[in-house]
């Protein structure tokens, strides 16, 4: 029972970390997109490698979380979920 009591005692800082770490990923994403508006080309190049980078390390968990920050920001990426239906 302790060990139960417990767990519904530390939900509220697991909802708030996944909360911050979704929104980390979604400003990372769009300040990657940022630089796709800049007239250099290196710059340009810089974010598309950045943007694949980030594609690649984000949880397959959060993705969903994400993409409504994602959303909020007016990001132009969006995640797809690793789940088949």
């Known amino acids: 029972?302790?060990?139960?009591?417990?767990?519904?005692?530390?939900?509220?800082?697991?909802?708030?970390?996944?909360?911050q770490q979704a929104r980390t990923w979604a400003?990372?994403?769009?300040?990657?997109?940022?630089?796709?508006?800049?007239?250099v080309r290196a710059l340009q190049r810089?974010?598309?490698?950045?943007?694949?980078?980030?594609?690649?390390?984000?949880?397959?968990a959060q993705r969903q979380r994400i993409n409504r920050w994602l959303n909020g920001y007016s990001a132009a990426t969006r995640l797809h979920s690793s789940r088949r239906a």
């Open 27 to 39: 400003r990372l994403i769009r300040e990657a997109e940022a630089l796709w508006h800049v007239d």
């Open 1 to 19: 029972m302790a060990v139960f009591i417990h767990k519904k005692h530390h939900l509220p800082q697991t909802r708030l970390r996944h909360w």
């Open 46 to 60: 810089m974010g598309a490698e950045e943007l694949s980078q980030l594609l690649e390390e984000i949880p397959p």
